[in-house]
């Protein structure tokens, strides 16, 4: 049964958090597993980040992600206190559980449908070096959490 992205394919699930250092130290004490690196989201040049259509090029994040199991991942992000989706959850919510991400092909494509199924698009961009793309997905309301589809190329 195809869903509203197609068959879905659950890659990661992502958490907001305020300190990513501390975090992942104890993500990694739990799994029994070495603390993966932090990276950032890239410059604005590559990611071309926007937030519900404007540019941010002032945004961006820390990131550190556990591979859980063959193709999923736990993905940590430490926003840098610039307006993003990011920004705002952490803002608003505390740290927590932000999205579920999904692969998908054809982001513009998946855009419409969300939207079209009530899913507004929040923030999209490319990742750090420009090998694919998110766009983030506002499914709180009914999902009760964003929806992520990542695009690689």
């Known amino acids: 049964m195809a869903g509203v992205l197609g068959e879905p394919t ?14 992942k130290q104890f993500f990694a004490d739990f799994l029994g ?14 990611n071309q980040a926007q937030l519900r259509g404007e540019p941010i ?4 994040c820390w990131m550190a992600f556990f591979n859980v199991a063959p ?6 992000i430490q926003p840098n206190g610039k307006p ?5 959850y952490l803002d608003e919510h505390g740290e927590g559980m932000h999205h579920l991400g999904i692969a998908a092909k054809n982001t513009d494509e998946k855009i419409k ?3 079209a199924f009530g899913l507004p698009l929040i923030q999209r961009g490319k990742y750090g070096d420009g090998g694919g793309e998110y766009a983030y997905f506002d499914a709180r309301e009914k999902l009760k959490c964003f ?3 990542l695009e690689n190329y």
Not at 11 to 22: H, N, S, Y
């Open 57 to 60: 090029p002032e945004s961006n």
């Open 33 to 46: 597993v070495e603390a993966p690196p932090t990276v950032d989201g890239g410059p604005y040049e590559v």
């Open 113 to 115: 449908a969300c939207e």
């Open 71 to 76: 193709g999923i991942s736990i993905e940590l």
């Open 10 to 23: 659950i890659l990661q699930v992502g958490f907001i958090v305020r300190d990513i250092e501390k975090t």
């Open 84 to 88: 993003s989706a990011w920004q705002e």
């Open 147 to 149: 929806i992520e589809t």
